[in-house]
């Protein structure tokens, strides 16, 4: 039998480790693990959870440049509308819910603090 990968984690690259893991911490991820570099008195790196989600967060070396960010991260709930009214409670900018082909319950953008574009839609 050929090994196979039973997981893949995405690292975004941050301009602020503490201030990403605040905002996923909204969409209900959990930290379970930090690094902080020597002299650092803050992480450098996170690892974060929410049930079988999981992301990495890891301090630019350069600008983060919100125009670049070449990845999208999609955010899967059971209930899109209550979600982003969740959201938008907690001071988060959601847009509108729209419904293309793939996402027929709906779905809606948000940007983390780095403008990485985050589509939440029903599982």
């Not at 709930?77 to 419904?99: F, H, N, Q, Y």
Request: proline residues 7%; glycine residues 8%.
């Amino acid at each position: 039998m050929t090994p196979a990968a039973r997981s893949l984690v995405p690292m975004a690259f941050v301009k602020s480790v503490p201030a990403s893991i605040a905002f996923y911490r909204v969409l209900g991820f959990q930290v379970g693990n930090t690094f902080a570099a020597q002299g650092s008195e803050e992480p450098t790196w996170a690892y974060l959870q929410a049930g079988k989600a999981q992301l990495m967060l890891a301090l630019a070396s350069h600008p983060v440049v919100a125009a670049q960010q070449a990845v999208c991260f999609y955010v899967y709930c059971d209930d899109v509308a209550a979600m982003r009214d969740e959201l938008i409670a907690k001071g988060v900018s959601a847009g509108p819910i729209t419904t293309p082909f793939y996402a027929p319950r709906g779905e809606f953008r948000i940007q983390d603090p780095d403008g990485y574009g985050i589509f939440v839609m029903h599982t």
